[in-house]
């Protein structure tokens, strides 16, 4: 660059100096407030900027926070329902279990009574009450030998109509369990069965 160039360019930068000097001098049409802002607003707005970016990042923090809480809401109450069908099938065993052992306990009273017990296969598992020759074989002979043998083993008649066919189905359970031919099983339910025909 040559000397001549040089001095036009620093002519210009100085004519541009003086015209910003006046510029800036002169007041903008809305006082320059929204235009220019002093350091110290700056600053306030950096930190204002600051603030709501973490009160941001701080409520996405606090909404995944919710998040995992629901779902671990979520897996406690499956687990927990787990649990309970769980207690209500060991319930149901239990139950099984009591009903087999009141079946256990009128087949030896049964016993006591003068029947005789033979294994019902050759290994020797499980029994067949068999009646001793003296006991009548007609209808009334084997209603009463049923009815003795069932007497405090089968349900009572439930108040509930919701609650018949359960107790239809524990009746026929427990007549196959003591082979109950099905000529006595109508005379069986005819007592059980009465509070509810009187009605």
Known sequence: MEREELKTVAAQVEAGRLAGEEARRKSLPDDGEEMFVPSKAM???AQEYEVQKMKLELRRLEMEAESRRIEVEARRTDREAGAEIHKMELEAQLEKQRLEAEVRMAELKAGAHGELREPANENGEG???RA???V???LAGRTKKFGDALRHVLPHM?????ELPQFFDTVKILFKI???PADVQGK???P???PLLDV
Do not use: C, F, T, W
Not at 158 to 162: F, G, I, K, L, Q
């Open 178 to 180: 003591y082979q109950v």
């Open 192 to 194: 059980i069965l009465k």
């Open 158 to 162: 439930p108040s509930e109509h919701a």
């Open 136 to 138: 009548d074989n007609s």
């Open 132 to 134: 001793p020759q003296s």
């Open 127 to 129: 029994l067949i009450l």
């Open 43 to 45: 600053g306030a707005r």
């Open 188 to 190: 069986l339910l005819i």
